[in-house]
């Protein structure tokens, strides 16, 4: 993001391609930027970059499958516990560093109702067995 006057914020716009059906997928990504004064300083303040988290997480829906966006922030490394929400860059200078996120595929959860629902039709189903075997006993 090159920045040649005073800005406040910027967007971005993040596109996801993916081979399924359907649809690419689009996020728009806020950042803010804090020009310092600097004014009335023998030494310059550094100009500090935020991204907005206006979607920190989300479910995607790529054909039949789930999967789980989370935007985990700016690292020079990647590293867990090396994520931040902004950075730090030098007046007059220029900074790069890059923007994590994590794309991880959802399991398809099982509904405890259906459990329950097929439980309940064994038990019924066992009950009826048991009632049939007197019925012929008798």
Same mark, same amino acid.
């Given at each position: 993001m090159p920045v040649y006057q005073m800005i406040t914020e910027t967007s971005y716009t993040l596109t996801l391609e993916h081979n399924g059906s359907g649809a690419p997928i689009t996020f728009d990504l806020f950042f803010t930027h804090n020009e310092t004064d600097n004014q009335g300083?023998?030494? =310059? =303040?550094?100009? $500090?970059?935020?991204? #907005?988290?206006?979607?920190?997480? #989300? $479910?995607? *829906?790529?054909?039949?499958?789930?999967? +789980?966006? *989370?935007? +985990?922030?700016f690292s020079p490394t990647g590293l867990p516990g090396s994520f931040s929400s902004n950075f730090q860059s030098p007046e007059f200078g220029t900074t790069t560093t890059a923007l994590w996120a994590q794309i991880t595929h959802q399991p398809v959860p099982e509904p405890a109702t259906l459990t329950l629902l097929g439980t309940g039709l064994l038990g019924l189903g066992a009950a009826a067995r048991r009632r049939m075997r007197k019925q012929s006993q008798a």
């Open positions: 300083r023998t030494d =310059c =303040c550094d100009d $500090i970059v935020s991204v #907005a988290f206006p979607v920190v997480s #989300a $479910i995607l *829906q790529v054909g039949s499958d789930s999967y +789980l966006f *989370q935007l +985990l922030g």
